[in-house]
């Protein structure tokens, strides 16, 4: 299920955030820990929706990311790939 903001008209995805650079194309493996973002991650899986991996250098969140679908998973490891690379501003 797709959701839009009503003010803006813009698509909604959730974010997660990575001290990483997710490329068009990368897949990278990930071992998601944190309660939310195994919900998150749970929720699109279910929903096969997509989101957004943006990078945080340790103090901000940037406006550098990439939209990723979960390809396949095993347990809490989950290999991702990125479907399409956008630069979000702030």
Known sequence: MKRTSEMTGHHIIP???LGVVLLPQMELSL???EERYKVMINECLEQEREFGVVHYDGT?????G???KIMRGNGDVNPLISKKGKSYEN
């Open 15 to 17: 974010l997660f955030p």
């Open 31 to 33: 071992h998601v820990f």
């Open 60 to 64: 901000d969140i940037r406006s550098i």
């Open 66 to 68: 990439c939209t990723a």
